[in-house]
C-alpha cells in the first residue's frame, strides 16, 4: 500500500529564501508557494485609479498618519492553521509607524492593515481568492475591498458581516472609503 503524505509547508524564513520567478506574482498563502502570471494592464489601471482615490481621502479620514503601500508583502503567522503567510496584496493602507518599521527593519511588513484591497484577476482560482480574504479577515483586518473589473463590481468583506456587501456602476461606497463605482471603473473607459 502507498503512502501518501501531505506536501511540506515552508515558513516565511524559508520563502525568502526562495529565488525569484520572473514573469510571476509570488506569495505564500498558508505555507504553499503560489505563483501566477503577472497581471494585464487594465488590473494595474484599476490598482492606479484606487490608489488615487485612498491618497486623496486619507488626510481627511483619519487623524493618524497612514499610508498607501502597493503590491507589498504582508507577513504573518495564522496560529489557527500553524502556516505562515506572505501574500502582496494589491493595496493595503497602513499606519505610518508600521510602514517605518518595516522600512527601518528592511523586511516585510508585519502589522494589521486597516484595509486591503484586492482587485480581482481573471487568472486567479476563486477558491484561493476566499481563501485570502478569509486569511485577512483572521488577522483582523476590518475591511477587505474586491474589485472585479470584468463585471465592474466592488465587494466589501468585514468580519463581523452576515453576507458580502455588493456595489455596482451607479451604486456609491461610502465605507471604507468614499467613491462612485462609476469613478473606479472609469479608468478604464
Known amino acids: 500500500m502507498a503512502t501518501v503524505t501531505a506536501p511540506r509547508l515552508i515558513t516565511a524564513a524559508d520563502y525568502a529564501q526562495l529565488e525569484e520567478v520572473l514573469g510571476f506574482r509570488d506569495e505564500l498563502i498558508e505555507?504553499?508557494?503560489?505563483?501566477?502570471?503577472?497581471?494585464?494592464?487594465p488590473h494595474a489601471a484599476i490598482i492606479k485609479q484606487l490608489e488615487r482615490i485612498?491618497?486623496?481621502?486619507l488626510a481627511e479620514l483619519s487623524a493618524e498618519p497612514l499610508l498607501v503601500a502597493r503590491e507589498t508583502g504582508w507577513k504573518f503567522h495564522n496560529a489557527a492553521s500553524g502556516?505562515?503567510?506572505?501574500?502582496?496584496p494589491d493595496l493595503m493602507v497602513i499606519r505610518d509607524e508600521d510602514a517605518q518599521r518595516a522600512i527601518k527593519s528592511r523586511r516585510w511588513f508585519e502589522g494589521v492593515p486597516l484595509l486591503v484591497i484586492e482587485v480581482i484577476s481573471p487568472s486567479e482560482r476563486k477558491a484561493r481568492r476566499l481563501q485570502k480574504i478569509g486569511l485577512y479577515l483572521d488577522m483582523g483586518v476590518p475591511h477587505v475591498v474586491e474589485v472585479d473589473y470584468t463585471k465592474r463590481v466592488v465587494r466589501l468583506?468585514?468580519?463581523?458581516a452576515d453576507s458580502v456587501a455588493v456595489y455596482r456602476e451607479g451604486d456609491q461606497m461610502t465605507l471604507p472609503f468614499r467613491a462612485a463605482v462609476s469613478e473606479i471603473f472609469s479608468i478604464l473607459d
Not at 485612498?54 to 481621502?57: A, D, F, I, V
Not at 468583506?157 to 463581523?160: F, L, N, R, V
Open 31 to 41: 505555507g504553499e508557494r503560489v505563483l501566477s502570471p503577472n497581471a494585464i494592464f
Open 54 to 57: 485612498l491618497e486623496n481621502q
Open 83 to 88: 502556516a505562515d503567510s506572505v501574500p502582496g
Open 157 to 160: 468583506h468585514t468580519p463581523e
